[in-house]
């Protein structure tokens, strides 16, 4: 079968699912990771063919697909920050929007730095870590810091311990954050691990009543642990996370939390309320509410 036939189809079965690019450009990663394709090679040499051998191994991948299962569980990797995460069916896939708390924390780093008087390891709090990637992406970017990473899911900590940032750490001369199981909502045992100069979190913010919006390949197959809160107290995550860092946070200290767009006032009130007395609302590109910054 000749590639450019195998992307089309494969990509127009994809359609009740993904609108056309999207389906498209998923078909042309599937093609990349099994075959070394690029997204190109069928328009510059469209005589290219698909091994035989390769036929049995992709149709598994696109039934996989055809049952809306995302392209990053199908293949078990995704990029985030510019690294290369393993995922599974245990943790959220990391998105592109929670890059954004991840480089406003690399910023306020480097200005904590500068205005440090005696030098010291920079440490670093991550609430709900899913697969690690805040945890590892500051872990890297941040060479000598000392990062700690929570969830309450067993599962999804292996995961994020098993990433294979090995011979980046070694090059950067970084530390591998240390993955521990926590519950974030028992406020009674906040453990009692120093101050942090940072501290990020992506909690879980989608409302249960969010759902009918959401699509397929994200409702049926993603953790709905890491995901949804109830309607009647969807800042729950958010007045946890304040507690944590009313304890936590050094003087002088910053979080960094992503947050449901459709909350973001009620999110920053969460923070003042809680007594810390600098907090703002951070905006993505399309001018939606997407993080919000603490400090005192
Ligand atoms: C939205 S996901 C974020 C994962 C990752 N930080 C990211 O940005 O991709 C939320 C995470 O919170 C974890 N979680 C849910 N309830 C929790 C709790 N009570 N305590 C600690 N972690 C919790 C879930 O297991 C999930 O990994």
């Known amino acids: ?33 099994v075959l070394g394709t690029k997204s190109y090679t069928h328009i510059i040499e469209p005589a290219t063919e698909v091994p035989q051998s390769r036929i049995s191994e992709l149709g598994g991948l696109m039934d996989r697909l055809r049952a809306a299962e995302p392209v990053q569980y199908v293949l078990g990797h995704t990029v985030f920050h510019g690294l290369e995460f393993k995922v599974t069916h245990d943790v959220l896939i990391p998105r592109p929007e ?20 005696e030098a010291r390891p920079l440490r670093v709090l991550d609430l709900c870590t899913g697969s690690g990637c805040i945890a590892w992406s500051l872990a ?29 750490l070694s090059e950067r001369s970084a530390r591998a954050p240390e993955f521990v199981h926590a519950d974030v909502l028992d406020l009674d045992h906040v453990p009692q691990w120093g ?6 979190s992506n909690p879980p913010y989608v409302m249960d009543s969010q759902k009918p919006d959401m699509r397929r390949n ?74 919000v910054s603490f400090s005192r």
């Open 1 to 33: 079968m000749l590639l450019k036939d195998f992307i089309s189809e494969s990509s127009s079965a994809l359609l009740d699912i993904y609108p056309a690019e999207e389906a498209r450009a998923i078909v042309l990663m599937v093609c990349e990771a």
């Open 98 to 117: 929670t890059e954004e708390i991840v480089e406003a924390a690399i910023a306020t780093a480097g200005r904590l730095a500068a205005a440090q008087v």
């Open 140 to 168: 890297l970017a941040l060479p000598g810091s000392e990062v700690v990473a929570v969830d309450i899911s067993d599962s999804a900590l292996e995961v994020a311990r098993g990433q294979e940032f090995g011979s980046l």
């Open 195 to 200: 101050s942090f100069d940072l501290i990020l």
């Open 218 to 291: 994200v409702l049926e197959h993603e953790p709905a642990l890491a995901l949804f809160v109830p309607d009647d107290d969807p800042l729950i995550f958010y007045r946890a996370v304040a507690a944590w860092a009313r304890q936590l946070l050094a003087p002088g200290g910053v979080g960094f939390v992503e947050i449901n767009d459709l909350l973001g006032t009620g999110t920053e009130d969460v923070f003042k309320a809680a007594g810390f007395t600098h907090t703002s609302i951070l905006r993505d590109f399309a001018q939606r509410d997407r993080a």
